[in-house]
């Protein structure tokens, strides 16, 4: 998945003639599991950027989702693109995706 995501992001972007977009994976753990983002920014830009927090929609870490990413990123910011349900689970469709990012590791948040 994480090649094929990749792949499909890159050739996305490609058609964007307004920077050197690059799209890094980034694994992280938060309680002890695995969770997969990315981290989107114009590779040319050398100085630095003001960071954005990307939450996706209902499906999650997706090509579309990096795109829009790449679009705000531009070369004025870094984006990271927040993985809400971990590594390898991905929605099948939109209503899956709604009934797992109320709670996706099994807890409110908080506790709650």
Do not use: H
């Not at 954005?52 to 090509?63: D, I």
């Not at 390898?88 to 990012?101: E, H, L, S, V």
């Amino acid at each position: 998945m994480k090649r094929t995501l990749t792949t499909l992001v890159l050739s996305g972007l490609a058609g964007m003639a307004q920077a050197d977009i690059t799209v890094q994976t980034v694994l992280y753990e938060i309680d002890g599991q695995p969770y997969e983002g990315l981290l989107v920014f114009d590779e040319a830009v050398t100085t630095p950027r003001p960071g954005v927090l990307m939450v996706p929609n209902w499906m999650g870490v997706t090509e579309a989702a990096a795109e829009k990413a790449a679009k705000v990123a531009g070369s004025e910011y870094v984006v990271f693109v927040a993985d809400m349900y971990g590594r390898d689970i991905r929605p099948q469709n939109a209503g899956a995706g709604a009934g797992r990012t109320a709670c996706p590791t099994g807890g409110g948040p908080a506790g709650y």
